[in-house]
Structures are given as C-alpha cells and as structure tokens.
Nanobody, 127 residues
Framework: VQLQAFGGGLVQAGGPLRLSCAASGRTFSRNGMGWFRQAPGTEREFVAHITPSGGSTYYSDSVKGRFTISRDNAKNTLYLQMNNVQPEDTAVYYC?????????????????????WGQGTQLTVSS
C-alpha cells in the first residue's frame, strides 16, 4: 500500500481546506484509514479515523465539529475536510492505513495501530 497526501497550503484562520490522500493497491476498501498531524517540536497526534466502509468516523476533541473525514472507495481516496481552521492546526498532516484484521470495537487512535503512512502535507494557518 502506498499513500500520497496532498492539498496542504497556507490558509487564513477561519478558512476551509480539504486534504486528500491517494492510495494504491486493491485493498483500500478493506482498510481502516486515519489522519494524524505533527506540529514542530511535538509528537504526532491523532486527528480522525474512518472505518473501511466509511460508515463510522471518530475525531480528536481538538478538531471535532470542524473537520470531517471521508473516503471514496471507488477512487481509492481519503479526504479530510477542514473548516474554521485555526493557527493551532498548523502541522504536517499524514494519512495512514491499517491492513491488519479490523476490530470494529477498537478505537484506532495510536500511530502504531497503523501499518502504512503517506509522506505528509503541510498546513499553515495564518492569524
């Protein structure tokens, strides 16, 4: 599985931006997917997760209500719609895939839960 995240850039506070993550391979529709981010000097943190079918999502408290994770399994693409971005959202954003057996009752919020990572895309929010 290869992942490529793109769509980052410079955005004014309060604005929207959508990140995309293109996945290779034939197993995308069976993979749980997540978004993480890492700001300078900090550890990588969980942002959002979506189940393989797209039927369930969950978010970190810091982005809940502002960000929406979604996927298009026909296009092998993962999205992160970010609304009302704030300077504290400035970070490199990574998409990640897990290909191991999927447990629907488990919350995949740790980075070592995931098997494959994209290269990251930078979001910078100006105040």
């Amino acid at each position: 599985v290869q992942l490529q995240a793109f769509g980052g850039g410079l955005v004014q506070a309060g604005g929207p931006l959508r990140l995309s993550c293109a996945a290779s391979g034939r197993t995308f529709s069976r993979n749980g997917m997540g978004w993480f981010r890492q700001a300078p000097g900090t550890e990588r943190e969980f942002v959002a997760h979506i189940t393989p079918s797209g039927g369930s999502t969950y978010y970190s408290d810091s982005v809940k209500g502002r960000f929406t994770i979604s996927r298009d399994n026909a296009k092998n693409t993962l999205y992160l719609q970010m609304n009302n971005v704030q300077p504290e959202d400035t970070a490199v954003y990574y998409c990640a895939a897990l290909v191991r057996y999927y447990i629907t009752t488990y919350y995949y919020t740790r980075d070592n839960d995931y098997d494959y990572w994209g290269q990251g895309t930078q979001l910078t929010v100006s105040s």
